[in-house]
């Protein structure tokens, strides 16, 4: 199903994320955007990808599949970032 979607936003860019773009790539989806809450200086590429700060994304996000890749603490600590 994701092969026929517009859009993949792929929400992270850690150990979790890593595994699901292995996966996302061995189907050949391979256009995916990666997104994380605060992407810093220290890292501009996932798995030669940019990087997106989820405040710059640009995209039909009402179109869009989100892949919320992250461990259930890390996405508690986006969440009250995002909400704050």
Not at 23 to 47: A, C, M, P, S, W
Not at 58 to 82: E, G, P, Y
């Amino acid at each position: 199903k994701l092969k026929n979607v517009n859009t993949i936003v792929l929400y992270g860019a850690g150990c979790i994320a890593n595994e699901v773009a292995k996966v996302l790539e061995y189907n050949d989806i391979l256009q995916y955007i990666v997104v994380v809450t605060d992407k810093g200086t220290e890292h501009n590429k996932f798995r030669g990808k940019e990087i997106v700060n989820i405040n710059d994304l640009k995209c039909d996000k009402k179109n869009a599949v989100v892949i919320v890749a992250m461990s259930k603490n890390t996405m508690m600590q986006s969440r009250q970032f995002l909400n704050s």
